[in-house]
């Protein structure tokens, strides 16, 4: 089969299409034909040698989710059958015509929905879904604080939360990207200047009394400030962390407000939280896609081939939504 393969640690030019073994199924497991995987953050950090890929999935071949149709099923399968359309995360491995995996960790891809659609859809919203609402209990009436907006999981938050009946306020670096967000659904934008600032804001448009939930995709100084502009009892969940690794807040102020910060992180779960992700992506969210109530955004489609130029556009930071490879 062909895939895409990291050479050594680097810039996009050193992955390589390539042919490689095609995987066969074990016991339990499906062999699935991918027709479209989609950029990540986690690929870029992959192939910077930054984020080796979990044990079991392979080290040099980045995607962490895929699209696609059951092609093959192993021993003791019997939920999946050949030529079944499914989606779903994977450990690595996408960015190639086809994956073993664990036949329960995969969903049905809605009626009508595109694989080039599907491709944009498990890593967002199963991570959006995750930590705002199955982590951070995000209700409806309640409102939540969406950083970098206009990335795939921001856009699928937003979505997600208009779908809960809960308000949302994002945070962009352009005014552009904000205004595109607000057509899916956006309550409130706010640019955040080069300092990082948004707390005062953020207060401001809450009356004073702050978000309830932070979904912070960005890290770094975002979350000392994400602790000055949450409600009482808020839930911080940290789930990027583009800008920067290491934080400096105030502790007596998340004592005072009880406040709860929690990290949360889909790639390197046990077998066993990975199959009720795609229950989650089964059960919940796809019957809002069936109905339009959410539905993906892809900002390209490019061949598998060049997933280096996608790649790049992912780094310029100037996409909105996903950047979708086909198969």
Not at 7 to 27: K, Y
Not at 142 to 171: K, N, P, W
Request: aromatic share 4%.
């Amino acid at each position: 089969m062909r895939a895409i393969v990291i050479r050594e640690p680097g810039g996009p030019e050193v992955m390589e299409l390539r042919d490689v073994p095609t995987p066969e199924p074990s016991r339990g497991e499906v062999r699935v034909r991918i027709h479209a995987s989609a950029v990540n953050r986690a690929d870029l950090l992959q192939r910077l040698g930054m984020y080796p890929a979990p044990p079991g999935s392979p080290s040099d071949i980045p995607g962490i989710e895929i699209a696609g149709e059951v092609d093959t099923v192993g021993e003791n399968v019997t939920e999946w059958k050949p030529g079944d359309r499914v989606f779903g995360i994977v450990g690595g491995g996408g960015y190639a015509e086809y994956i073993a995996l664990p036949a329960r960790t995969l969903a049905r891809i809605p009626d009508g929905m595109s694989f080039a659609d599907a491709g944009a859809v498990p890593e967002a919203f199963l991570t959006a879904w995750d930590g705002m609402v199955d982590q951070g209990g995000l209700a409806a009436g309640e409102t939540v604080l969406i950083h970098a907006v206009g990335s795939g999981v921001g856009t699928a938050a937003v979505q997600i939360a208009r779908a809960i009946g809960a308000r949302s306020i994002g945070t962009a670096r352009t005014s552009g990207k904000l205004d595109r967000a607000r057509e899916l659904g956006l309550d409130e934008g706010i640019v955040v200047d080069g300092a990082g600032s948004f707390a005062d804001e953020v207060r401001r448009r809450t009356g004073g009394r702050g978000v309830d939930v932070v979904v912070e995709l960005v890290g770094g100084s975002y979350v000392a400030q994400d602790l000055a502009c949450i409600a009482a009892k808020g839930r911080i969940v940290v789930i990027g962390m583009m800008g920067g690794s290491r934080v400096d807040f105030d502790l007596g102020l998340l004592m005072r407000k009880r406040v709860e910060v929690r990290g949360t992180m889909l790639r390197s779960r046990p077998l066993e939280e990975k199959i009720l992700a795609a229950l989650a992506l089964d059960r919940h969210l796809a019957p809002l896609f069936a109905r339009g109530a959410l539905k993906p955004i892809v900002d390209r489609v490019l061949p598998l081939a060049s997933a280096a130029e996608a790649h790049r556009a992912m780094q310029s930071n100037e996409t909105f939504g996903k950047v979708v490879l086909t198969v």
